[in-house]
């Protein structure tokens, strides 16, 4: 067995590709894992990832901004302070514009911005974590993409890990108040005894169900409580759209709490040769899950981001809240970039759900290395006694 894989597990520790705004960081820390490094390319999400979770700490973690196509691993691994085989996970949502499902036909095929999935792959490789895990947009299991989802697994089969079954995971099954599919890829390095569900199991479900009705498990949260709560007086990020008269009389028109744009009356040009997008201008349902935070969520025009009773879009503040981003997160950059940020940013609750899992694997397969090291130098005494 490689020296590398005989370390002893230490404390858990992490590294986060593709940071972003540090979604992952962040539920890595609140799961008890120390995010030691992290790497991103968007001047504002880095600068949103320095200003929360970077000068507010001691030490860790330490931030590259920059391309990770230029990047070297062993000075991702200096600027961790740590050594080849330490890192207990490696985090990373590569961009998954190529991915996404509102792509038609063979759009996102052969995008080059699919390939930083194989480049997240070549770190995993030299770094050699005791796991990665991997989240996407659910559109990376579609057919046309098999090329290079096939070639990331063939890569990490090369390397020698365990990948576990892809997990299309809803965050409103774990206590997010949005509808959101992603898929998670979790690998595992042959040394490393994990024995866990996987994919995890629903935390919540819908309100008809048995486990809802029986009080076995909490129901699907709703939208309604992301603008219940007050806003702060001094939020940065609690700023809106500025709309124009024509479009807040739109709003108006709007029946409150789910009304639709056909609602409204709205029909523009296009709608003569098709009847558009049914959520576009569309007020928020706040008796149910919010619709999937995307990177123009603070945007009407691109999906149903109408406040459900007041007549403009969804603030930043509302839209990181639907993500269970905490309000003294602030976001850089603007509105626009704030969405983005906010849009590609993993759940914070859903991450911390699945790393908290997937440390208490790691602390008992510790525990059982441990154990049969001292079984096998216990042998080795007996044989030389004998």
């Known amino acids: 067995m490689p ?18 705004a540090g979604g992952f960081t962040l539920a890595a820390q609140l799961a008890g894992i120390e995010v030691r490094a992290a790497v991103e390319l968007d001047k504002h999400a880095a600068a949103t990832y320095e200003l929360n979770l970077v000068d507010k700490a001691t030490t860790y973690p330490r931030l590259i901004n920059g391309d990770i196509n230029h990047l070297t691993w062993d000075a991702l691994l200096r600027k961790a302070n740590l050594g080849r085989g330490e890192c207990s996970i490696l985090l990373g949502g590569p961009p998954c514009q190529g991915f996404s499902t509102h792509r038609i036909n ?6 080059p911005r699919n390939e930083l999935l194989v480049r997240y792959f070549d770190c995993v490789a030299e770094i050699r974590p005791r796991l990665f895990l991997v989240e996407n947009v659910a559109g990376l299991l579609w057919k046309r993409h098999a090329t290079y989802l096939e070639r990331f697994y063939s890569l990490a089969r090369k390397a020698g890990y365990r990948v576990f079954k ?9 206590g997010i108040p949005q509808n959101r599919k992603r898929v998670f890829i979790l690998g595992c390095r042959p040394d490393v005894q994990l024995d866990i569900p996987w994919p995890p199991k629903p935390t919540h479900f819908d309100p008809d169900s048995d486990e809802v009705r029986l009080k076995r498990l909490p129901q699907w ?9 007050p806003m702060g007086a001094n939020d940065p990020n609690n700023v809106h759209m500025n709309h124009s008269d024509a479009l807040v009389e739109v709003f108006r028109k709007t029946p409150l709490n789910g009304g639709s744009r056909k609602d409204s009356g709205r029909i523009l040009a296009c709608h003569s040769k098709h009847d558009g997008h049914k959520d576009v201008y569309g007020r928020i349902d706040p008796t149910r899950p919010g619709p999937t935070m995307t990177t123009a969520c603070i945007n009407p025009s691109k999906g149903r981001f109408v406040h459900p009773t007041e007549h403009h879009g969804m603030t930043a503040r509302h839209a990181a809240r639907f993500q269970s981003f905490p309000d003294e997160f602030e976001f850089t950059g603007g509105l626009i970039s704030a969405g983005k940020q906010i849009g590609n940013a993993v759940p914070i609750e859903h991450a911390q759900h699945i790393l908290t899992m997937l440390r208490d694997g790691l602390l008992v397969a510790a525990q059982l290395a441990h154990e049969e090291t001292e079984l096998d130098r216990s042998q080795f005494r007996v044989r030389r006694t004998a």
């Open 3 to 20: 020296d590398i894989l005989r370390k002893p597990l230490g404390p858990l520790t992490a590294i986060d590709l593709f940071s972003g």
């Open 106 to 111: 063979n759009a996102g095929v052969d995008d």
């Open 166 to 174: 892809p997990a299309v995971l809803n965050s409103r099954d774990f």
């Open 221 to 229: 949260r709703a939208a309604g409580e992301v603008f219940s709560k």
